[in-house]
């Protein structure tokens, strides 16, 4: 398989090499990972297993590059991140292709991934421009006395080395959310693609290398976790993280030690209907946000309080959204496709029996077939139940009937994973109040949760993540104040 539709510069025999210094290199490990095709269950490609001094070389080549990144002008910056953008919506159908096989996302959206990508580097290096080229001036007041004798200036430099490390849900995407805001503000970046998803991030990245960037500035290493995880996570020459994924983040967050952090980890987002609300907008929102790309977001929704007056007609109009989704492979366009790996199909089953032993009710038979595995809506859930309060990753989606709005709010800020949640009523006053009450990093107000428009923050809370992204606030977060203080002998000059 390796080899068609896919840039042949990557390939050395039928093994995707690592990108270091400007060059597509060979691992002298002589060793590298499988990746397997979530649909047929059958080998797909295989990439490098890097070394520890393999990332040694790579953080090496990040620093020197930096050091001159750093004095690029910004419309230079942002010139390159404009090319990149470009060569990558160019670039759009090889990349897709990568994703349709590697991760199991239908054409459509692997498509938008990629387009969605490029627009957000646009964006990124036109905002970049306005955040980075403001800083502040500052007069002084004393703490205590009464001189007024200083003057701060203070603008923002970049860390240094950003490690990168995008999930296999949005390999493309989450990488370059992470990449585009740390280049503009003059960092270079060491990416670590996920092994599920890394052939679509290394055709991203030959992408950078058309674009024409110094050599260097990004530097991509693949291999097995226990190899070169911690190593590269715990390496003195990183900076700042940018990680999204599961709970690998809050190990990482530990290990990491004194430098910034910008973690996007698991989501167990509530969606609470109320007795006024639009049931049939509800319902579509809740089938889109429960089942695109076969549950496998962050952002789905994984959980729905509905009042139990008005659960019977929310959950009609739910299985008539559900019996329309179409099931299949992801290059029949399919709206339900293969979820990514076997042991993620073993663990959304365990998920879904325990709820059926202990109650709950399946409007849809059970099916699974390999990895693909059908939609199912579970309803009448308890609080006892596994999948009341665990992410399931998948197309199964539970419903909890509840008796007060307040029953909903509480199961919303138990959970641990507080990334986003919804509120569906037609009474805006409530649904600020309610807002404000869920404890989860965004609320949407009648419709599903999700991370865009890319520039708003995202951010969630508890064990969902720390640190906000979105452009703006990933921009700000990659980099750091300095302040140069002009120190006068008096307040005013001295007329003897
Ligand atoms: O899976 C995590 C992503 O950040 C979710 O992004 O809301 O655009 O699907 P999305």
Redesign the pocket.
């Known amino acids: 398989m390796a080899g068609q539709g896919v840039f042949k510069d990557l390939l050395d025999g039928d093994v995707f090499k690592y990108y270091v210094d400007g060059a597509w290199t060979p691992t002298t490990s002589g060793k590298s990972v499988g990746i397997v095709n979530p649909s047929t269950l059958k080998p797909l490609f295989k990439i490098s297993a890097c070394t520890q001094d393999e990332v040694n070389k790579c953080v090496d080549s990040c620093k020197a590059a930096q050091k001159l990144w750093a004095k690029v002008p910004l419309w230079k910056r942002a010139e390159h991140l404009h090319k990149l953008a470009a060569i990558m919506k160019d670039q759009k159908i090889t990349i897709a292709d990568c994703l349709v096989k590697e991760v199991a996302k239908c054409m459509k959206d692997a498509m938008v991934e990629v387009v ?1 990508s490029g627009d957000l580097i646009d964006y990124t290096a036109e905002e970049g421009i306005r955040i980075l080229s403001e800083g502040k001036f500052l007069t002084s007041d004393p703490f205590p006395g009464n001189e007024r004798n200083k003057y701060c200036l203070a603008s923002k430099i970049p860390l240094g080395v950003v490690l990168a490390i995008p ?1 296999f ?2 390999p493309v ?2 990488a370059v ?1 992470k990449i585009g805001p740390a280049l503009i503000a003059g960092n270079s970046v060491l990416l670590k693609p996920p092994t599920q998803g890394a052939v679509a991030t290394l055709h991203m990245v030959h992408c950078i290398h058309m674009a024409g960037f110094p050599k260097g500035l990004v530097n991509a290493i693949t291999g097995k976790g226990s190899e070169i995880g911690d190593y590269t996570t715990t390496h003195p020459g990183i900076n700042c993280i940018s990680f ?1 994924g599961g709970d690998t983040g809050i190990a990482i967050s530990k290990k990491a030690g004194m430098i910034p952090l910008q973690m ?1 980890l698991g ?1 167990k987002d509530t969606c609470l209907v109320l007795e006024d609300a639009d049931l049939e907008l509800a319902a579509t929102h809740v089938v889109k946000g429960g089942y ?2 076969s549950g ?5 929704v994984k959980v729905v309080c509905v009042m139990e007056s008005v659960a019977d007609e929310l959950v009609k109009k739910i299985n008539e959204k559900i019996k329309k989704l179409t099931v299949g492979m992801p290059e029949k366009d399919c709206d339900i496709t293969p979820v990514i790996s076997e042991t993620s199909a073993n663990f959304i089953q365990g998920l879904v029996e325990d709820a059926k032993e202990k109650g709950a009710k399946l409007h849809q038979e059970w099916k699974r077939e390999g990895n693909l595995i059908w939609p199912v809506l579970i309803d009448k859930v308890l609080p006892d139940m596994r999948i009341a309060w665990e992410e399931p990753f998948g197309p199964v989606l539970p419903i909890m009937r509840i008796k007060s709005v307040e029953e909903g709010i509480h199961h919303c800020n138990a959970n641990n994973f507080a ?2 949640g919804c509120v569906f009523t037609k009474n805006i006053d409530k649904a600020i109040m309610i807002s404000d009450a869920m404890e989860s990093g965004t609320i949407q107000i009648n419709a599903a ?4 428009p ?1 520039h708003f923050p ?1 951010q969630g809370l508890r064990d969902s993540g720390i640190g906000s ?1 979105g452009i703006i606030n990933s921009i700000n977060m990659m980099c750091k104040t300095k302040s140069i203080v002009i120190n006068l002998p008096g307040p005013s000059y001295s007329m003897g």
């Open positions: 969605r999930p849900n949005y995407n989450l959310s999204t996007e989501g695109s790309y496998q977001r962050c952002t789905a990334l986003q949760p999700a991370r865009g890319d995202f992204q």
